[in-house]
């Protein structure tokens, strides 16, 4: 059964950083595409960042752009979000989602999500 | 301001069928595969159709999408109350290097 299992999320001061973890099982982790995508309060769905199933290639959202950085530890099933100089816009649940295989936008999995709240 | 758009919201009576639209450009729909998700309240989304059309197994062919050009649609027949959702597309953009979504469609059940 594939599990996806997010952490790390919390308050923040704004110009803050965190790290977000998502550990997954249940698939071969090192074949298959990740994501992150938030969701603001009450908004809508936006995709933060996406990376390669060897890690290889790395794709981030303008609004993320050169704050944010992705990356996986396949010895550990591990993907991370780390988030640098954040804002009270960065405020969401952050997903982490596994992609189904060749597209970078199918998400198959999901996993139960971790809020981060930036806010003095 | 989300890249693809979606109607904000729709409505049916149980056991009538419901349309919703996701109109794009040539970067994204018109160049990529179309995904639904249905996020259920206060649960995280699920992959409802992928691939324009394709149904993930478990999902009921109650829920079908489909695709022209730089627009795509999804199609619920026999509403049901527990189909009261939002649901939101999504590809890959050629120009932005990334996916967008749509901002949502929040279905009602009357």
């Known amino acids: 059964e594939v599990q996806l299992l997010e952490s790390g999320g919390g308050l923040v001061q704004p110009g803050g950083s965190l790290r977000l973890s998502c550990a997954a099982s249940g698939f071969t982790f090192s074949n298959y595409a990740m994501s992150w995508v938030r969701q603001a309060p009450g908004k809508g769905l936006e995709w933060v960042s996406a990376?390669?199933?060897?890690?290889?290639?790395?794709y981030y959202a303008d609004s993320v752009k050169g704050r944010f950085t992705i990356s996986r530890d396949s010895s550990k099933n591990t993907l991370y979000l780390h988030m640098n100089s954040l804002r009270a816009e960065d405020t969401a649940i952050y997903y982490c989602a596994k992609d189904r295989g060749g597209s970078f936008s199918t998400f198959n999995y999901w996993g139960q999500g971790t809020l981060v709240t930036v806010s003095s | 301001q989300s890249v693809l758009t979606q109607p904000p919201s729709a409505s049916e009576t149980p056991g009538q069928r419901v349309t919703i639209s996701c109109s794009g450009s040539s970067s994204n729909i018109g160049g990529n595969t179309v995904n639904w998700y249905q996020q259920l309240p206060g649960t995280a989304p699920k992959l409802l159709i992928y691939?324009?059309?394709q149904r993930p197994s478990g999902v009921p062919d109650r829920f079908s999408g489909s695709k022209s050009g730089t627009s795509a649609s999804l199609a619920i027949s026999g509403l049901q109350s527990d189909d009261e959702a939002d649901y939101y597309c999504?590809?890959?953009?050629?120009?932005?290097?990334?996916?967008?979504f749509g901002g949502g469609t929040k279905l009602t059940v009357l």
């Open positions: 990376i390669s199933g060897s890690g290889g290639s790395t």
């Open positions: 999504a590809a890959w953009d050629d120009s932005l290097n990334g996916v967008v």
């Open positions: 691939g324009n059309n």
